[in-house]
C-alpha cells in the first residue's frame, strides 16, 4: 500500500514539474522561437543574440565577435529560413529548461523538424541548442517534443 502511495505521489510531483503541450499562441518557447525568426528576418542579429544563452555568447564573443555571429552559429542563425511552411510542434518545460520541437516542410519540400533546447536565465527563456532533422516521410515526424541531441 506504502508503495502505491508513495508511486502516485512521485507521479503528480513530475506531473507538477513539467508541462507538456501541442503549441498554441500561449505556448512560451513557441513565442520565443517566433520572435527570434523575426528578429533574424529583419536582420536584426545583435537583438537576436540577445536571446541567445549565456553559454552562447561566452562562447561566440571569446571565439569571435558579434558580426561573425552567422559564420560562428550556422544553423542557429538560419532557423528563420528553415521551413517553407511550419505545420504544427509542441514543447515540453520545467522552471530552468524547455524544449520545443516545430514541424513542417523544407524549402525543398521534404518533411523536416527542429529540436530546440531552451535554458530560463534571467527571467527568459534563452536558445541554447537546435538540431535540425530530414525526414523520410510525413509519418516519421515527431509527435511530441524532444530536446536535441547535442553532437
Given at each position: 500500500m506504502n508503495r502505491v502511495i508513495f508511486s502516485i505521489a512521485m507521479v503528480v510531483l513530475l506531473a507538477s514539474c513539467i508541462q507538456?503541450?501541442?503549441?498554441?499562441?500561449q505556448s512560451v518557447l513557441h513565442k520565443q522561437y517566433t520572435k527570434y525568426q523575426s528578429l533574424l528576418s529583419k536582420g536584426d542579429s545583435s537583438a537576436a543574440i540577445d536571446m541567445?544563452?549565456?553559454?552562447?555568447?561566452?562562447d561566440l564573443t571569446s571565439h569571435s565577435s558579434k558580426e561573425e555571429f552567422f559564420k560562428y552559429f550556422p544553423v542557429i542563425?538560419?532557423?528563420n529560413q528553415v521551413f517553407l511552411?511550419?505545420?504544427g510542434g509542441f514543447e515540453v518545460t520545467n522552471d530552468r529548461s524547455g524544449c520545443l520541437t516545430v514541424f513542417g516542410i523544407d524549402s525543398s519540400k521534404e518533411p523536416t523538424s527542429m529540436n530546440m533546447e531552451y535554458v530560463s536565465e534571467e527571467g527568459a527563456w534563452k536558445l541554447d541548442y537546435v538540431q535540425v532533422m530530414y525526414h523520410?516521410?510525413?509519418?516519421?515526424?515527431p509527435k511530441k517534443a524532444k530536446c536535441p541531441t547535442r553532437m
Open positions: 507538456l503541450e501541442t503549441i498554441t499562441n541567445l544563452s549565456k553559454r552562447n555568447i561566452d542563425s538560419t532557423i511552411e511550419e505545420q523520410g516521410s510525413m509519418s516519421e515526424l
